[in-house]
């Protein structure tokens, strides 16, 4: 009796990704520091790709100007500040330590650097128009978070408020926003501040499971109010 032909080989399961194995995985070097007047061209831009992502471009109308006139005229944490995400295949060189602050109010800031392990290259099409101007070997800005203190008179205690936190679509899904968002509560803890607050669109369904992941409550009983433009300027000269 002749021996049974050998099985076919398993055919491709159409729409799987390639994974690389372990000996070809890569690893990206992620740094959060404090931004600087010189970044503002590159948080500029990204600012107008999150307003396309939001679906709100029409109501975008920051300037780098209007950002470098407003950003950057009080020390970091006591008024609007930006943390900065850059990405490298390289390490990062030790960056200068920042002005001393008064270490009795404001704690400094350590820049945070991880390493990412890779199962498959990033392609940034960007790459250039996004490079560090803080550190050479081809480290690009991938992302950053702008935020400021509030206070809760529930809590006696200020605490911060995010205004925008964004990464760049190529570099998203690779932990990076939820390394963002750990150094400004990280922050916030250390300088015995009582929370951490910011909102988030309802449509975004993948943000508000990785908030409520990171143990953030979403407040659905909240709405905003807001009063700006025309609305705002009727008020300037009212008697109320």
Request: proline share 11%; hydrophobic share 45%.
């Amino acid at each position: 009796m002749a021996a049974a032909a050998p099985p076919p080989p398993p055919s491709d399961v159409p729409g799987m990704p390639e994974i690389a194995p372990p000996s070809a995985r890569r690893t990206l070097f992620a740094r959060v520091r404090l931004a600087a007047p010189s970044d503002v061209p590159h948080i500029h831009k990204m600012i107008y790709q999150m307003a396309v992502f939001e679906r709100l471009s029409d109501q975008c109308i920051a300037t780098e100007a209007s950002l470098t006139s407003t950003l950057f005229n009080s020390p970091p944490f006591q008024s609007f500040t930006v943390l900065l995400l850059e990405v490298s295949h390289l390490p990062f060189a030790p960056l200068p330590p920042p002005p001393q602050q008064n270490p009795t109010t404001v704690p400094a800031f350590a820049p945070v650097v991880r390493a990412i392990n890779l199962d498959l290259p990033i392609e940034d099409p960007e790459a250039e128009i996004f490079a560090s101007g803080a550190e050479g070997g081809g480290a690009v800005v991938a992302g950053f978070v702008l935020f400021f203190p509030n206070y809760s008179t529930f809590l006696a205690k200020p605490g911060f408020y995010i205004e925008d936190l964004f990464v760049r679509e190529c570099y998203r899904r690779k932990g990076l926003g939820r390394m963002l968002l750990a150094a400004v509560a990280g922050q916030a803890a250390r300088m015995g501040y009582g929370r951490v607050e910011w909102v988030v669109l309802d449509w975004n369904v993948n943000a508000i499971k990785f908030y409520e992941e990171m143990g953030a409550k979403i407040l659905q009983e909240w709405r905003i109010c807001r009063l700006t433009g025309d609305a705002l300027s009727a008020y300037a000269n009212s008697n109320y």
